[in-house]
């Protein structure tokens, strides 16, 4: 299959993919972090920190909004912390006039117009769910079911790192949707605790972009 990019614009996106994983990389030796129950981990990728430069949002937006026209798909909803810059990215990137953005929340607000999607999104267009990070699935697979509960129909998500050891991309095409990350991510060595990932085991080839 012939790639869409040129030479020039795929060494522009793997460069990006680079950037974004070396600035949200967090490694236990420069400060201590834990996983979900206290416990100390060897890594983390926190993405605010690249999507909450200025130079990297921009560019980030841009690639999403032209990736998300190449699908004809014009709204975009953010499920978690994470995602809410991404959702911002694609509204700011040239052109972004065109798409409509929306934020989905944990639990209906209570009170004022008791929404459990905020944003001018439309029942009756598709949308893309957008996530920083696609691990297990787990998270995405709850946004999904509230939008769907909400009588939104999605298509797709897309999301910044893959974490491909992990199967979530796999459990989400079984239900009928496609997944597109801008970057995939292998453990070099599968034994290693915790290991880390290495962005040059996941960059994607040049056809597959």
């Known amino acids: 299959m012939n790639s869409p990019f040129s030479d020039s614009t795929y060494t522009d996106l793997v460069e990006l993919g680079r950037r974004l994983y070396e600035q949200a990389l967090v490694r236990r030796e420069q400060e201590l972090i834990t996983d979900p129950r206290g416990q100390p981990i060897g890594w983390l990728l926190d993405t605010r920190i690249p999507m909450l430069d200025g ?10 909004a032209e990736r998300l026209r190449a699908r004809n798909v014009f709204q975009v909803v953010g499920y978690g ?6 959702v911002c990215s694609v509204l700011a990137a040239p ?10 929340r944990e639990r209906r607000k209570p009170h004022g117009r008791r929404r459990l999607v905020e944003g001018p999104i439309d029942r009756h267009r598709p949308i893309v769910l957008l996530d920083d990070i696609l691990n297990s699935g787990r998270s995405a697979g709850h946004a999904l079911s509230l939008l769907n509960n909400e009588g939104f129909k999605v298509v797709g998500l897309t999301t910044l790192f893959n974490f491909t050891w ?3 991309k796999a459990r989400l095409e079984a239900d009928g949707l496609w997944v597109d990350a801008l970057l995939d991510l292998n453990l070099r060595d599968s034994s290693r605790r915790p290991g880390r990932p290495h962005p040059a085991d ?3 080839s040049k056809d597959q972009l």
């Open 55 to 64: 130079r990297v949002f921009s560019e980030v937006g841009e690639v999403l």
């Open 81 to 86: 912390f994470g995602a809410f810059s991404m």
């Open 95 to 104: 052109g972004g006039s065109e798409f409509r953005g929306g934020f989905v």
């Open 166 to 168: 992990s199967g979530g």
């Open 202 to 204: 996941g960059l994607p």
